[in-house]
T-cell receptor, first 116, second 112 residues
């Protein structure tokens, strides 16, 4: 059974803190993604990775960085948290290439981050 | 500029009736379209998809229609059930690229 786990469901941090959000998948997927979901804005891609040690910027990478040292783990880092980074963060993974009806992105349960 | 648009933030439908969720896109190079469903406090889950070579794909109560000339797709749910109340995201990708572009979502309320 497909599984993507995220280290925390809820997190509260202070402005200026460094924040690590961890994501682990057990499906041996090459691709991993970090999104944030905000009301009225949908899912916006922050960063993604096609392979270990590879990363590419998504649509809103500013204020974030990522790390992919192992295939199963993709970390999102907020170097200096700000209040506008309060959001729901969703991690996803997928095998390479999309096939109709299968092999889509599998999402974790999300981390709701509040920055005070 | 938004490439995948869901212009209705919310939709209310009576239980048992048909729910129709709409989605428009701007990039004619998109060749693969997906719908995801999301409950509160959970990650999105894949619902149904369609390739640009088709105009319809059906899976149980869910049917996706694609009109390439209008750059429009829709998701039909028949009959609507209480468990269908969720946020539905339309998404698209380019040439089977691994990156998916999501719309803003439509919140569906199924009324008893």
């Amino acid at each position: 059974d497909v599984k993507v786990t995220q280290s925390s469901r809820y997190l509260v941090k202070r402005t200026g803190e460094k924040v690590f959000l961890e994501c682990v998948q057990d499906m041996d997927h090459e691709n991993m993604f970090w999104y944030r979901q905000d009301p009225g804005l949908g899912l916006r891609l922050i960063y993604f990775s096609y392979d270990v040690k590879m990363k590419e910027k998504g649509d809103i990478p500013e204020g974030y960085s990522v790390s992919r040292e192992k295939k199963e783990r993709f970390s999102l880092i907020l170097e200096s948290a700000s209040t506008n980074q309060t959001s729901m963060y969703l991690c996803a993974s997928s095998p390479p290439g999309l096939a109709v009806g299968t092999d889509t992105q599998y999402f974790g349960p999300g981390t709701r981050l509040t920055v005070l | 500029d938004q490439q995948v648009k869901q212009n209705s933030p919310s939709l209310s439908v009576q239980e048992g009736r048909i729910s129709i969720l709409n989605c428009d896109y701007t990039n004619s190079m998109f060749d693969y379209f997906l719908w995801y469903k999301k409950y509160p406090a959970e990650g999105p889950t894949f619902l149904i998809s369609i390739s640009s070579i088709k105009d319809k794909n059906e899976d149980g109560r869910f049917t996706v229609f694609l009109n390439k000339s209008a750059k429009h797709l829709s998701l039909h749910i028949v009959p609507s059930q209480p468990g269908d109340s969720a946020v539905y995201f339309c998404a698209a990708s380019l040439n089977r690229d691994d990156k998916i572009i999501f719309g803003k979502g439509t919140r569906l309320h199924i009324l008893p």
